[in-house]
Structure formats: structure tokens, C-alpha cells
């Protein structure tokens, strides 16, 4: 589980209920459908007039993929299982590691490791993994343009509420107490429009961000290492270009652990 996410989203339902009753403001005062259905409909309205039916058919992934870890492996594993497939190539030649290919999970890596196995081309090895981490790239960055979008509309449909909720505040001119609670009402969508939009879709969107730069930086390692392997290249060279994409922090632990 992403506990960040949890956190997060924990630390922004607390800090606006908190900061409500601190500010005097009744709970109570959330309770307004109207003003919900003008935020979370408008939204999600929004999103199904902005994106194709395939595009908005991802966002339960999404939502998925924000409360789960990351499902790649550690970069520190990658670089011992890179070494040990070296040493394999290095002592029984390149074909040995098709016994290797089924206990590989990542498909990526898979299919990479395979076309080096078949004898295939180091250009066109590289040129396939590449268009495969671009295209990839692509489809990230348009699945989380969905809560990018939804941020950007929230607010504003928090402010076509207020003002939706000013105009029925205006028929009760004549009564001091039903004006005052139209008003409160009316800047409750602005409340949820705000919430919504910078507390949690755009937060989102960057989560997705972030999740798909790591599993970017991740795959271009499993590209390296695996044209490394058909270059023939030993294990300590493989090891030594590998731990490129690892943080200096963190490579004496990785060294460490492999003595």
C-alpha cells in the first residue's frame, strides 16, 4: 500500500475539519447536496465530455494505482540479477539464459532479454525497448491528465455554485435569517470546488507523475543492462553502468549487501 497517499489524505480531511471548528464554522454546514452535486457531477461531467469513453474507463486503475506500492522490484535487486545473468552468459554463452526468460515477471524485461536470446540487432533491440518506454510514457501522461483536468475544473465549478447559491441568497432578501443561511450555503461549493481540486485530483496527478518517472527510470535501467548483456560486457562493467541510476546514498548499502 502507497502510505503516502493514506496519509495524505487522512492529514486533508482532518486539517479542513479541524480549521473548520476552529474558525467557528459548523460541520453541519457541509451538509448541503446541492452543492456536491454541482461539484462532484460537474466533474465528473467534465471529465466524460473532455475524454474518450476508453480514456475515463482507466480511472478505477487509477485509483488503484494510487494506493499500491510501487510493483517494480528494487533497483539494488535489478543489479544483482543482472550481474548473475552476466556470469551465466559469460560462462555458458548467451543461449543459457533462455532458462532464465520464465522467471522473469516484468514483461518489459522479458521480451527484451528474448529478442537479445534470438540474436537480434543491438540497434534494433534498442530502437524496440525505446518506442515500447515512449509509448508507455505517452499513455501515463494521458491517464493522469484526467485528475490533472479535473483540478483545473473544480475550483471554477466551486465558484459557479457561490454564485448559483447567491441567487436563491437574493430571494430572501426579506428575511435576515434564511439570507444568512443561503449565503453560508452558497460558499460551500467553493469549499468543495477548492478541496477537491487542490487537495486531492491535482495531488493525484502528481502521485501518477512521480509513479511514472520511477517506473521510467526503472525500465531504462532494465535497457541498459540488457544491451550490456549482448555487448558482452562483464559483470562488473554491467555493475558499474547500472549503478549510474542509483542515488550515491545508496550504493554502499547495495555493495554491501552483495559481499
Known amino acids: 500500500m502507497e502510505k503516502s497517499t493514506v496519509i495524505g489524505l487522512a492529514m486533508g480531511i482532518v486539517s479542513v475539519f479541524v480549521g473548520m471548528i476552529l474558525k467557528g464554522a459548523p460541520l453541519s454546514a457541509l451538509n448541503n447536496p446541492a452543492a456536491f452535486l454541482i461539484i462532484i457531477g460537474g466533474t465528473v461531467s467534465c471529465i466524460f465530455i473532455g475524454f474518450p469513453m476508453e480514456t475515463v474507463a482507466k480511472a478505477p486503475t487509477l485509483f488503484k494505482l494510487l494506493m499500491k506500492g ?81 483540478g483545473t475544473y473544480a475550483p471554477t465549478l466551486g465558484v459557479l455554485g457561490a454564485v448559483v447559491g447567491l441567487i436563491a441568497a437574493l430571494g430572501n432578501l426579506n428575511d435576515i435569517d434564511k439570507l444568512g443561511h443561503s449565503i453560508a450555503a452558497a460558499f460551500v461549493a467553493t469549499i468543495l470546488g477548492i ?14 507523475k512521480v509513479k511514472s518517472a520511477a517506473e521510467i527510470a526503472h525500465k531504462r535501467m532494465i535497457i541498459e543492462g540488457i544491451l550490456s548483456l549482448q555487448a558482452g560486457d562483464s559483470p562488473t562493467a554491467i555493475e558499474a553502468k547500472l549503478m549510474v541510476f542509483i542515488p550515491q546514498s545508496e550504493r554502499d548499502a547495495i555493495k554491501g549487501s552483495e559481499e
Do not use: C
Request: proline letters at 3%; hydrophobic letters at 45%.
Open 70 to 150: 510501487n510493483a517494480e522490484g528494487g533497483k539494488g535487486d535489478l543489479v544483482k540479477q543482472f550481474i548473475e545473468l552476466s556470469q551465466l552468459a559469460r560462462r555458458e554463452g548467451i543461449l543459457a539464459l533462455e532458462g532464465k526468460v520464465g522467471e522473469i515477471e516484468d514483461p518489459f524485461f522479458k521480451n527484451g532479454l528474448s529478442m537479445v536470446i534470438d540474436g537480434m540487432d543491438p540497434t534494433f533491440v534498442s530502437d524496440v525497448l525505446d518506442a515500447e518506454l515512449a509509448v508507455m510514457e505517452e499513455r501515463h501522461a494521458e491517464a493522469r491528465s484526467i485528475f490533472t483536468q479535473a
Open 195 to 208: 478541496f477537491t481540486g487542490y487537495v486531492l485530483w491535482l495531488p493525484f496527478a502528481n502521485k501518477l
